[in-house]
């Protein structure tokens, strides 16, 4: 079962990170905003298929959400724009999934 304080305060630390309103990152997820504030103040629980988009766009697994223990560990990424339209949050996503793997890869291989 998910830890749904744990995962909204966490959503709202990466989301704030970014830089994302909640109205933004409802735009991105295609939600409504009201869906994301909810659950942001553990008033209701974020649907898997949202944490893992949202965890693309973040660069973070899905168990950062739900496992106190679990770290972040950021992806360095250089943009440089005056705004971010929701294709560059779609192109982010991408890229940080692409590092994600490879990072993961890499973990397997040190772990033989």
Do not use: H
Not at 32 to 47: A, P, T
Not at 68 to 74: A, C, D, I, Q, V
Request: contains cysteine; charged residues 30%.
């Amino acid at each position: 079962m998910l830890n749904s304080e744990l995962t909204g305060k966490r959503f709202n630390e990466l989301r704030n990170r970014i830089g994302l309103t909640q109205s933004q990152m409802a735009q991105y997820l295609d939600v409504d905003q009201s869906y994301i504030s909810k659950c942001e103040k553990n008033e209701r629980q974020f649907s898997v298929d949202i944490l893992e988009k949202a965890a693309e766009l973040f660069g973070c697994t899905i168990e950062y959400f739900t496992n106190e223990s679990s770290e972040f560990m950021p992806i360095p990424i250089a943009l440089r724009a005056k705004s971010v339209a929701m294709e560059d949050l779609e192109t982010i996503a991408a890229m940080n999934k692409i590092a994600l793997n490879l990072r993961f890869m890499e973990d397997l291989l040190e772990g033989e």
